[in-house]
C-alpha cells in the first residue's frame, strides 16, 4: 500500500517568514495529493490539494509543488501569520475503480512565532 | 449546508464496555470514511463505504471493530470490549463520490477508555 511520509514533525518560523513542508509517497499510482490544516481541537479542513496532471498549484499564500518523477510534494506557505499555526498533513491517492483511500503523513506541527 | 456531524462529541467508557460512534454525512455524499487519530498522531483509516458495494474493511485493527452504514445516510463506528489503546478521536468524513476526491471531516468522537 501507499506510504507517505513527511518532514519536519515541527516548525517554528518567524511571522512573515515562508514555511515549507515536504511529503514523499511510495506508490507511482498515486496522482492526488491533498493537504489538510487541523487547528487544535478542530476537524482537518482541505487547504489545497494537487493532481498529477499538474506541477504546481496557488491559491493566495499557499502553494503545492509537485514531482512525480522523484515522488514527493510540497506546502509553501508566504507571509505566514498566526493564524496559520496548526497541525499540517499531506496525503496521497491514486484513482483506481477502488482506490479511494486517502494514505496521510504524520503531520507537521507549525507554530508562527509574532 | 450542513456538514459532517458526529456524535457523541466525547465518550468516556471503561475498559471491557462496547461504544458506539455515530456519522451523518453530508447529504448526497456517497463515500463515507472512518479515520482514527492517536493523540498527536496522523489519520489511520479504518473503512469506507461507497453506496451499496460491500465496504472495505481493510483498515481496522481487529474483530472487536465494526462499522454499518445505511443505505447513503447514517453509519455507526463499533468497538467491542474496549481497550485502553483504542483512546483516540475517531473521524468521519464524507465525500461527493470515489471519484470526487476532496474529503469533508466532521468534528471527530474523543474517546477515553479508562
Known amino acids: 500500500g501507499e506510504n507517505v511520509e513527511q518532514h519536519p514533525s515541527t516548525l517554528s518560523v518567524q511571522e512573515g517568514d515562508s514555511a515549507v513542508i515536504k511529503c514523499t509517497y511510495s506508490d507511482s499510482a498515486s496522482n492526488y495529493f491533498p493537504w489538510y490544516k487541523q487547528e487544535l481541537g478542530k476537524r482537518p479542513q482541505l487547504i489545497i490539494d494537487i493532481r498529477s496532471n499538474v506541477g504546481e498549484k496557488k491559491d493566495q499564500r499557499i502553494a503545492v509543488t509537485l514531482n512525480k518523477t522523484a515522488k514527493h510534494f510540497s506546502l509553501h506557505i508566504t507571509e505566514t501569520q498566526p493564524e496559520d499555526s496548526a497541525v499540517y498533513f499531506c496525503?496521497?491517492?491514486?484513482?483506481?475503480?477502488?482506490?479511494?483511500?486517502?494514505?496521510f503523513g504524520a503531520g507537521t506541527t507549525v507554530t508562527v512565532r509574532a | 449546508g450542513a456538514g459532517v456531524s458526529q456524535s457523541p462529541s466525547n465518550k468516556v467508557t471503561e475498559k471491557g464496555k462496547d461504544v458506539e460512534l455515530r456519522c451523518d454525512p453530508i447529504?448526497?455524499?456517497?463515500?463515507l470514511y472512518w479515520y482514527r487519530q492517536r493523540l498527536g498522531q496522523g489519520l489511520e483509516f479504518l473503512i469506507y463505504?461507497?453506496?451499496?458495494?460491500?465496504?472495505?474493511k481493510s483498515g481496522l485493527p481487529s474483530d472487536r471493530f465494526s462499522a454499518e452504514r445505511t443505505g447513503e445516510s447514517v453509519s455507526t463506528l463499533t468497538i467491542q470490549r474496549t481497550q485502553q489503546e483504542d483512546s483516540a478521536v475517531y473521524l468521519c468524513?464524507?465525500?461527493?463520490?470515489?471519484?470526487?476526491?476532496?474529503?469533508?471531516f466532521g468534528p471527530g468522537t474523543r474517546l477515553t477508555v479508562t
Open positions: 447529504s448526497g455524499h456517497t463515500a
Open positions: 463505504f461507497q453506496g451499496n458495494s460491500a465496504p472495505d
Open positions: 468524513a464524507s465525500s461527493l463520490s470515489t471519484y470526487s476526491y476532496e474529503q469533508y
Open positions: 496525503a496521497a491517492s491514486s484513482s483506481g475503480f477502488n482506490d479511494y483511500k486517502l494514505s
